[in-house]
């Protein structure tokens, strides 16, 4: 408790305040239409909402502390008419430029109504960043905010379905719901999924940060979630479908039509809570999604089953059913709850919890034929986050949040470790030969993991003059990290079969670390200019040990009285810059720069915890409490420039210079033979590229909105793997590390969006998603030699089309909607994982070598036969969805 007050108290000193971009502001200038002389004190109200302002007496105005969302803006004076402006977007950490041009007026009540354009050249932009609005996602062809997350420009989703920004590893990106971190800081993995239904505002920031975001390398995933509606709502959606696919011969039973297996239901309500005189808002949501996945076993053997394969005393035992069981099916539940309280017009306090409970499992084509005897996976998350926003002024507010989470894995086939079903870990052994399937055994992996995060932060925002906003901040942070990796008993003993996670884990182990930080950050925007300016300060401590002496790091042989020592607190200071200058009415052009530093995922500091070494020669990971910061250097240059009314374009180069990230180093022990790998700071990279956006914003005309972004990017280092030393010195023989940069895994030069979208509720409403991704690399090799150097080749391209269509039907305050999507229009069979000999999914040269082989089992054929090397075949939903509205001030509602 000492140690959390000093480094309480040494951000206290450092820095008073701290702001998180969760909301936008809206300014602009009020004009006489006539003269076009400035008008001062006019007042200026956001339409059903207790903000507002009026103007100065050059006619400027400025309202902050505004939700992301749609409203409606209105301008008022006596002797004008009175101005009123829909469909103003506000973003998160954006400013919204209006003006306004009053005509003066005789008579009172008279008002002008007009609907604002969204604007294509965000001037005030000094990095590269996407926001997706809760409209917007409605309109697409999307089932989760992964889906989201994946149609932006800078993401390469890779081979295993982890998300890359901007050549980083996966670990890279940061996940922020309402300002809180939702990352996961064992893995650096989001932590808590929600439904994407229940986002306001889904921001990408891919380019440099603002000093405001710390612990990230690669981009930033900041969601807003819905606010409270002022009127009463209601609205429940329900679809089903299956997978409609040709390919009979790769997804075994996939012809076998059940609209039952994928279906979705989900509900919510929102609006004031009764007899509290809307003093008090409520948004509630759930929803319950399963699918059974496209990728089947067939119950030819039971777990119990037992065979051998020895041609003196050949049998084996067959008792299945031969009946399909789906490997890869997954069961979804999530739950939101959001509470506000208007205390006063300048006082709001909001609860918000967001969970979800998954059951899901990973395709293991071993278990083909023995589908009951691989594990599942049973995870849930939480988080509360509380949030008093308070408004001292026009010009100067504050939040106080609070927030705890929880996120739970565990991993077994039998909840009991000594559940009488396990079987004989021997079944494990009995393989006809290396491409042969299971034919019985049960997997005795039991893994228990959980995160616990407690966090408080202080945030203020002051628009100190017309030019200055500043932002400044600190935050603290409270980690409880648990895992146990145990094996399953047979018949109360343990097997004799080595197990590396249950031996890195040591059993178990809980560790605590803490983090601290504090920023300051001034956006200046002047006539012809913005400037971002931040700095950033980090404090870590692992509050854990490291050995002294590397050669005997469990201190068994030694046996020395100071055998280990405390790891190094971590402190980093960090400069932040982005420039943005107009060079037109209509275009601005943007430099940023910006050092950055992350922690590596804590997995990595407490890996084998114990300081074991197994004998027997390299087995052994082990974790290093003392791994310093991983760095980044960004810089980025960027121009948008509006091309016609309703067309703009944006072009951004950057670079991304990687230094300190994680690695292995293989140490000897006194013991002869025995050695193990350390986790360090030692591997580096190198990300260049640039990204071309077209955007083309609906007309009252065509109702159609476009996107499209291409991305050329080059993602080079020594190393994709943190663990690739590790296992290039356990190869036979072993193989010499990269002294040289070399593709990394998800190095994909050529990346294409395409978005399309007509929205006309009278007729239709359509959404298209086209996507193109050149081939990832692989490493050529024949019966496990490498035939040339680490991921020389590449793997097929692949491209993927989606589709949404809706129609509206409305009678009075109901509206419902009946919809279609289609996922993988075209049922293209897109290889995401290949052969190293021949460089495709569909076949191998090992066929050459084994010649005939003869199998009890399986046939070859049927071993190389990987519909898990494919992406998902087609699938088709179809549903309705009903929504009761009582009345709304736009689209945040």
Same mark, same amino acid.
């Given at each position: 408790?000492?140690l959390y007050i000093k480094?309480?108290?040494v951000?206290?000193?450092f820095?008073?305040?701290?702001?998180?971009g969760q909301?936008?502001k809206?300014?602009?200038?009020?004009?006489?239409?006539?003269?076009?002389?400035s008008l001062?004190?006019?007042?200026?109200i956001?339409?059903?909402?207790?903000?507002g302002?009026?103007t100065d007496?050059?006619?400027?105005?400025?309202?902050l502390n505004?939700?992301?969302?749609?409203?409606?803006?209105?301008?008022?004076?006596?002797?004008?008419?009175?101005?009123?402006?829909?469909n103003?977007?506000?973003?998160?950490?954006r400013?919204t430029?209006?003006?306004?041009?009053?005509?003066?007026?005789?008579?009172?009540?008279?008002?002008?109504?007009?609907?604002?354009e969204?604007?294509l050249?965000q001037?005030?932009l000094?990095?590269?960043e996407a926001?997706v609005?809760?409209?917007?996602?409605?309109?697409?062809?999307?089932?989760?905010m992964?889906?989201?997350?994946?149609?932006?420009?800078?993401?390469v989703?890779?081979?295993?379905? /982890?998300?890359?920004v901007r050549?980083?590893r996966?670990? /890279?990106?940061?996940?922020?719901?309402?300002?809180?971190?939702?990352?996961?800081p064992?893995?650096?993995?989001?932590?808590?999924?929600?439904?994407q239904?229940?986002?306001?505002?889904?921001k990408?920031?891919?380019?440099?940060?603002n000093?405001e975001?710390g612990q990230?390398?690669?981009?930033?995933?900041?969601?807003?979630?819905?606010?409270?509606?002022?009127?009463f709502?209601?609205?429940i959606?329900?679809?089903y479908?299956?997978?409609l696919?040709?390919?009979?011969?790769?997804f075994y039973?996939?012809?076998?039509?059940n609209?039952?297996?994928?279906?979705?239901?989900?509900?919510y309500?929102s609006?004031p809570v009764?007899?509290m005189?809307?003093k008090?808002?409520?948004?509630?949501?759930?929803?319950?999604?399963?699918n059974?996945?496209?990728l089947?076993g067939?119950?030819?053997?039971?777990p119990?089953?037992?065979?051998?394969?020895d041609?003196?005393?050949?049998?084996?035992?067959?008792t299945?059913?031969?009946?399909?069981?789906?490997?890869?099916?997954?069961?979804?539940?999530?739950?939101?709850?959001?509470?506000?309280?208007?205390?006063?017009?300048v006082i709001?306090?909001?609860y918000?919890?967001?969970g979800?409970?998954f059951?899901?499992?990973?395709y293991?084509?071993?278990?083909?034929y023995?589908?009951?005897?691989?594990?599942?996976?049973?995870? +849930?998350?939480f988080?509360?986050?509380?949030?008093?926003?308070h408004?001292?002024?026009?010009?100067?507010?504050?939040?106080?949040?609070?927030?705890?989470?929880y996120?739970d894995?565990?991993t077994?086939?039998y909840?009991?470790?000594n559940?009488?079903?396990?079987?004989?870990?021997?079944?494990?052994?009995?393989?006809?030969?290396a +491409?042969?399937?299971l034919?019985?055994?049960?997997?005795?992996?039991?893994?228990?993991?959980?995160t616990?995060v407690w966090?408080g932060?202080?945030?203020i925002?002051?628009?100190?003059?017309?030019?200055?906003?500043?932002?400044?901040?600190?935050?603290?942070?409270?980690?409880?990290?648990?895992?146990?990796?145990?094996?399953?008993?047979?018949?109360?003993?343990k097997?004799?079969?080595?197990?590396?996670?249950?031996?890195?884990?040591g059993?178990?182990?809980?560790?605590?670390?803490v983090?601290?930080?504090?920023?300051?950050?001034?956006?200046?925007?002047l006539?012809?200019?913005?400037?971002n300016?931040?700095?950033?300060?980090?404090?870590?401590?692992?509050?854990?040990?490291?050995p002294?002496?590397?050669r005997?790091?469990?201190?068994?042989?030694?046996?020395s009285?100071?055998?280990?020592?405390?790891?190094?607190?971590?402190?980093?200071?960090?400069?932040?810059l982005?420039?943005?200058?107009?060079?037109?009415?209509?275009g601005v052009i943007h430099?940023?720069?910006?050092?950055?530093?992350?922690?590596?995922?804590?997995?990595y500091?407490y890996?084998?915890p114990?300081?074991?070494?197994?004998p027997?020669?390299?087995?052994?990971l082990?974790?290093?409490?003392?791994l310093?910061?991983?760095s980044t250097v960004?810089?980025?240059?960027g121009?948008?420039?509006?091309?016609?009314?309703?067309?703009?374009?944006?072009?951004t180069?950057?670079n991304?210079d990687?230094?300190?990230?994680?690695g292995t180093?293989i140490?000897?022990?006194?013991?002869?033979?025995?050695r193990?790998?350390?986790?360090?700071?030692?591997?580096?990279?190198?990300i260049?590229g640039?990204?071309?956006?077209?955007?083309?914003?609906?007309s009252?005309?065509d109702?159609?909105?476009i996107?499209?972004?291409?991305?050329y990017?080059?993602? /080079?280092g020594?190393?994709?793997?943190?663990?690739?030393?590790f296992?290039?010195?356990?190869?036979?023989p072993?193989?010499e590390?990269?002294?040289?940069?070399v593709?990394?895994?998800?190095?994909?030069?050529?990346?294409?969006?395409?978005?399309v979208?007509?929205?006309?509720?009278?007729?239709?409403?359509?959404g298209l998603?086209?996507q193109f991704?050149?081939?990832?690399?692989?490493t050529?090799?024949?019966?496990?030699?490498?035939?040339?150097?680490e991921?020389?080749?590449?793997?097929?391209f692949?491209?993927?089309?989606?589709?949404?269509m809706?129609k509206?039907?409305?009678?009075?305050?109901?509206r419902?909607?009946a919809?279609?999507?289609v996922?993988n229009?075209f049922?293209?069979k897109?290889e995401?994982?290949?052969?190293?000999?021949?460089?495709?999914?569909?076949?191998?040269?090992?066929?050459r070598?084994?010649?005939?082989?003869?199998?009890h089992?399986?046939?070859?054929? /049927?071993?190389?036969?990987?519909?898990?090397?494919y992406?998902?075949?087609?699938?088709?939903?179809?549903g309705?969805?009903?929504?009761?509205?009582?009345?709304?001030?736009?689209e945040?509602?």
């Amino acid at each position: 408790m000492k140690l959390y007050i000093k480094s309480f108290l040494v951000l206290l000193i450092f820095l008073e305040f701290s702001f998180a971009g969760q909301t936008g502001k809206i300014a602009g200038r009020v004009t006489d239409a006539s003269t076009g002389e400035s008008l001062a004190g006019v007042n200026i109200i956001l339409e059903g909402y207790p903000l507002g302002g009026s103007t100065d007496i050059d006619g400027n105005y400025i309202i902050l502390n505004i939700k992301p969302g749609i409203y409606t803006l209105i301008a008022q004076i006596i002797g004008y008419r009175e101005v009123r402006v829909t469909n103003v977007r506000v973003s998160i950490d954006r400013t919204t430029h209006l003006n306004f041009k009053l005509k003066s007026t005789l008579l009172e009540g008279e008002t002008i109504t007009v609907e604002a354009e969204q604007p294509l050249v965000q001037k005030d932009l000094t990095a590269t960043e996407a926001s997706v609005s809760a409209r917007e996602i409605e309109a697409i062809p999307v089932e989760s905010m992964q889906d989201v997350l994946s149609l932006q420009a800078g993401i390469v989703k890779d081979a295993q379905g /982890e998300f890359h920004v901007r050549g980083g590893r996966a670990s /890279e990106v940061a996940y922020l719901v309402d300002g809180v971190s939702v990352t996961d800081p064992f893995s650096g993995k989001l932590a808590v999924n929600m439904d994407q239904n229940s986002i306001q505002e889904l921001k990408l920031v891919s380019g440099t940060f603002n000093a405001e975001y710390g612990q990230v390398m690669s981009g930033v995933v900041e969601i807003v979630t819905k606010d409270p509606s002022d009127k009463f709502r209601a609205g429940i959606t329900s679809y089903y479908g299956d997978y409609l696919s040709a390919h009979k011969d790769l997804f075994y039973n996939i012809d076998d039509l059940n609209p039952l297996s994928i279906y979705n239901l989900q509900t919510y309500l929102s609006g004031p809570v009764p007899f509290m005189r809307n003093k008090v808002g409520f948004y509630f949501s759930v929803r319950r999604s399963y699918n059974d996945g496209w990728l089947y076993g067939q119950r030819r053997f039971n777990p119990s089953d037992s065979s051998k394969f020895d041609p003196n005393s050949f049998y084996m035992e067959q008792t299945g059913d031969n009946k399909p069981v789906p490997m890869n099916f997954s069961s979804r539940n999530y739950g939101n709850l959001k509470l506000l309280f208007r205390i006063s017009p300048v006082i709001r306090l909001s609860y918000n919890f967001l969970g979800n409970q998954f059951h899901y499992r990973y395709y293991n084509h071993l278990y083909k034929y023995n589908p009951e005897g691989d594990v599942s996976n049973y995870e +849930y998350a939480f988080t509360n986050i509380l949030n008093l926003n308070h408004t001292l002024s026009p010009t100067t507010f504050y939040t106080v949040k609070l927030s705890y989470y929880y996120f739970d894995l565990k991993t077994y086939l039998y909840k009991d470790l000594n559940d009488p079903r396990y079987v004989n870990p021997e079944l494990l052994r009995n393989r006809e030969d290396a +491409y042969s399937f299971l034919t019985g055994g049960t997997n005795l992996f039991n893994l228990h993991r959980s995160t616990a995060v407690w966090q408080g932060k202080f945030d203020i925002t002051s628009q100190i003059n017309k030019r200055h906003q500043l932002k400044a901040g600190f935050e603290f942070k409270r980690n409880s990290l648990f895992i146990r990796a145990r094996e399953a008993n047979y018949k109360g003993k343990k097997s004799n079969i080595f197990n590396a996670e249950v031996f890195l884990f040591g059993g178990q182990y809980r560790q605590n670390p803490v983090e601290g930080a504090a920023y300051i950050q001034d956006k200046i925007e002047l006539e012809n200019m913005t400037l971002n300016i931040g700095f950033r300060y980090d404090y870590f401590d692992s509050r854990y040990k490291v050995p002294i002496d590397l050669r005997d790091p469990s201190n068994k042989l030694r046996n020395s009285k100071k055998a280990y020592k405390p790891a190094d607190k971590k402190n980093q200071f960090s400069p932040r810059l982005g420039i943005a200058f107009p060079i037109s009415s209509r275009g601005v052009i943007h430099v940023s720069y910006g050092y950055f530093f992350q922690i590596p995922p804590y997995e990595y500091l407490y890996a084998d915890p114990k300081f074991a070494v197994a004998p027997g020669g390299l087995n052994t990971l082990m974790g290093n409490a003392n791994l310093n910061p991983q760095s980044t250097v960004i810089y980025e240059v960027g121009i948008q420039q509006q091309l016609t009314d309703n067309l703009g374009i944006d072009i951004t180069g950057f670079n991304k210079d990687v230094r300190d990230l994680l690695g292995t180093n293989i140490y000897e022990t006194y013991t002869l033979g025995d050695r193990y790998a350390r986790y360090e700071n030692r591997d580096y990279g190198n990300i260049r590229g640039i990204t071309i956006s077209l955007n083309k914003r609906p007309s009252r005309s065509d109702h159609v909105i476009i996107s499209l972004d291409y991305t050329y990017q080059i993602a /080079e280092g020594n190393a994709s793997d943190p663990n690739q030393s590790f296992y290039n010195n356990r190869a036979d023989p072993p193989k010499e590390s990269n002294i040289q940069v070399v593709p990394l895994n998800w190095d994909q030069r050529h990346t294409v969006n395409l978005s399309v979208s007509y929205n006309n509720p009278k007729i239709i409403s359509l959404g298209l998603i086209g996507q193109f991704q050149s081939g990832l690399p692989y490493t050529p090799a024949v019966q496990s030699m490498e035939t040339t150097f680490e991921n020389s080749g590449r793997k097929p391209f692949n491209y993927n089309v989606d589709l949404r269509m809706a129609k509206e039907f409305i009678v009075g305050k109901y509206r419902f909607t009946a919809f279609m999507k289609v996922y993988n229009l075209f049922d293209r069979k897109n290889e995401l994982n290949v052969y190293n000999d021949t460089g495709r999914a569909g076949y191998s040269v090992i066929q050459r070598f084994l010649g005939d082989r003869a199998g009890h089992v399986n046939s070859l054929q /049927e071993w190389l036969k990987r519909p898990d090397f494919y992406s998902e075949p087609r699938k088709v939903l179809i549903g309705i969805s009903l929504d009761i509205r009582s009345g709304s001030n736009g689209e945040n509602n």
